[in-house]
């Protein structure tokens, strides 16, 4: 069964810290995988998107990467900010059957 | 502005009421979709449309219907709503199909449905 798991379900964090999130997938066949930022009671917004061959995309702080073997993906977050506050949501595609979510890694970013 | 919007933000209706959530977007894409948001279940999918006159159940299809009568439009209509369709709902759209390819989907802002 095609599935997304997440962790950790939740993360406290200072202000300024770094910290990194993960993401295992047993989709297949494999097509890209996107993190998504969900503020709270907002839309998801998409942060990056990696396909088989990439093992490593930036925007900005936020830096995804990708290990097609392992099927394993992380987000690491660099010097965080208050408004790093959300949920991050990670999609995979297979290409043939609909996407399949995570249920998602809830960060708080305390000061 | 390119965006998805939908309406109503906010819903508290009765049992067996039915209502129509609204869900447009302004980019001519071709791939919409529903999902119903709970907490610890995450996004799950209710219908999506590939194209005008094409949809498709999603994961949680039951107690919902959509129409696709032009590519902007894609309404979620709860005919006899209940209690455990209380929760967030996204409307979403990509270019083409959201299966594959780098099709980001955008979504909605939301909107949160009360069942009593």
């Known amino acids: 069964k095609n599935q997304v798991e997440q962790s950790p379900q939740s993360l406290i964090i200072l202000e300024g810290k770094n910290c990194t999130l993960q993401?295992?997938?047993?989709?297949?066949?494999?097509?890209?995988l996107r993190w998504y930022k969900q503020d709270t009671g907002r839309g998801p917004v998409s942060l990056t998107i990696?396909?088989?061959?990439?093992n490593t995309k930036s925007n900005g702080r936020y830096t995804a990467t990708l290990d097609a073997d392992t099927k394993q993906s992380s987000l690491h977050i660099t010097a965080s900010q208050l408004s790093d506050s959300a949920s991050y949501i990670c999609?995979?595609?297979?290409?043939?059957?609909?996407?399949?979510f995570g249920k998602g890694t809830r960060l708080s970013v305390i000061a | 502005e390119a965006q998805v919007t939908q309406n109503p933000r906010y819903l508290i209706t009765v049992t067996g009421k039915k209502l129509t959530v609204t869900c447009s977007q302004n980019?001519?894409?071709?791939?919409m979709s529903w999902y119903r948001q709970d907490p610890g279940l995450g996004l799950r999918q209710i219908y999506y449309?590939?194209?005008?006159?094409?949809?498709d159940k999603g994961d949680v299809p039951e107690g919902y219907k959509v129409s696709r009568k032009e590519k902007r439009n894609f309404p979620l209509i709860l005919e006899s709503p209940s209690p455990n369709q209380t929760s967030l709902y996204f409307c979403?759209?990509?270019?083409?199909?959201?299966?594959?390819?780098?099709?980001?989907?955008?979504f909605g802002p939301g909107t949160r449905l009360t069942v009593l």
């Open positions: 449309s590939m194209n005008v006159e094409v949809t």
């Open positions: 993401c295992n997938y047993t989709v297949s066949p494999f097509s890209n």
């Open positions: 990696m396909t088989f061959s990439e």
């Open positions: 979403a759209s990509s270019r083409t199909s959201g299966t594959s390819g780098y099709n980001e989907q955008f």
């Open positions: 999609v995979v595609s297979s290409g043939n059957t609909p996407l399949v």
């Open positions: 980019m001519n894409h071709e791939y």
